[in-house]
């Protein structure tokens, strides 16, 4: 899982806002294709907001990072030193990953 999140760490993975980079889309058409919030497919998007992926968020993520979402919580997770909530997060990149 470790892999998951040093991709999402380093922004080196398959979401819509990296892909618009390689193939040179603009940002506005980024957007996220699994949902209906018409919201640009970064990674705060991806990993707190998205309701696709609701129901792995709320057995993987704590309440805390995803009930009122900011890019600070999303920063305070992607960089926490506690391993539980790390190994957390990372089996939630990767069965969303798996479900994309």
Do not use: A, M
């Not at 806002?17 to 957007?31: A, K, M, S, T």
């Not at 909530?85 to 069965?95: I, S, T, V």
């Amino acid at each position: 899982y470790v892999q998951f999140i040093s991709k999402y760490r380093l922004s080196s993975h398959q979401l819509e806002i990296e892909r618009g980079r390689f193939y040179n889309i603009h940002r506005n058409e980024r957007v996220c294709k699994l949902c209906s919030l018409s919201q640009i497919e970064d990674e705060f998007h991806f990993i707190l907001i998205c309701p696709f992926y609701k129901e792995i968020r709320k057995l993987y993520v704590k309440k805390y990072y995803y009930e009122k979402p900011s890019v600070f919580k999303l920063i305070q997770l992607l960089s926490t030193k506690n391993i539980k909530e790390l190994c957390n997060l990372g089996k939630y990149l990767y069965k969303c990953s798996k479900l994309r």
